[in-house]
């Protein structure tokens, strides 16, 4: 009930392509929703971030998608581009936690030009 | 300075020595946390510390002793650990009451035990 699950493991996208990564989970206690993005030799750092009570959240390119129903959220990188390759991890945070974050195991995309 | 800041970057050790891992936050959190990172694993959260008080130890080995002087710094003392221990070790930090618990990492101290 803990376990934040991430799909795929990685993915190639060609430039100028959409790059989607989806996360499903089944604790409806969760109540945070963020991405990292993490590059080669840095530590993971927060790209966007959504809560339970909107289904879409969008920022430039990148955009999650929340189904509250079927327990779900995703990424999309819009017109990816190669410097978005990256390793991208999703988490899911329960209020009271301590901040403590579930994370899902990441996706490794390459985009290539 | 700013940010967090880990280090050595890199550290090489045998099974039967010991050494320190040292992270430094200048963002003035009040909590911090110890992660491991192995491939093709979520993060595994080992310590978190909040206002210098340990407040999670998810069932870690006793070859790991973290130390936290006060709210700015971070330690991980590694005594006796083996191969399985090779990995990233990621320090974040956060600032709890703060509005969304945005963590915020370091690069890392990349270990190999041989």
């Known amino acids: 009930q803990q376990q934040v699950k991430q799909s795929p493991q990685s993915l190639i996208v060609q430039k100028g392509g959409i790059s989607i990564i989806n996360c499903a989970y089944e604790?409806?206690?969760?109540?945070?929703f963020p991405w990292y993005q993490q590059f080669p030799g840095k530590g993971p750092a927060l790209l966007i971030a959504?809560?339970?009570d909107v289904s879409e959240k969008k920022e430039g390119r990148f955009t999650i998608s929340f189904n509250k129903s079927a327990k779900q959220f995703s990424l999309h990188i819009m017109d990816s581009q190669p410097g978005d390759s990256a390793t991208y991890f999703c988490?899911?945070?329960?209020?009271?936690?301590?901040?403590?974050?579930?994370w899902g195991a990441g996706t490794k995309l390459i985009i290539k030009p | 300075e700013t940010g967090v800041t880990q280090t050595p970057r890199h550290l090489v050790m045998g099974m039967t020595n010991k050494k320190s891992l040292k992270c430094e936050q200048h963002?003035?959190?009040?909590?911090m946390y110890w992660y491991k990172q192995s491939a093709k694993k979520p993060l595994e959260l080992m310590f978190v510390?909040?206002?210098?008080?340990?407040?999670e130890n998810n069932s870690v080995p006793s070859r790991f002793s973290p130390e936290c002087p006060n709210s700015s710094h971070l330690f991980l003392h590694l005594h006796t650990l083996q191969p399985e221990d090779s990995a990233l070790y990621l320090c974040?930090?956060?600032?709890?009451?703060?509005?969304?618990?945005?963590?915020?990492f370091g690069e890392g101290s990349r270990l190999t035990v041989l």
């Open positions: 988490a899911a945070y329960i209020p009271g936690s301590n901040y403590q974050l579930i």
């Open positions: 959504i809560r339970p």
């Open positions: 604790n409806t206690a969760f109540d945070y």
């Open positions: 974040a930090s956060t600032l709890t009451g703060g509005n969304t618990g945005e963590l915020f």
């Open positions: 963002l003035g959190h009040n909590a």
């Open positions: 510390y909040n206002f210098k008080e340990q407040t």
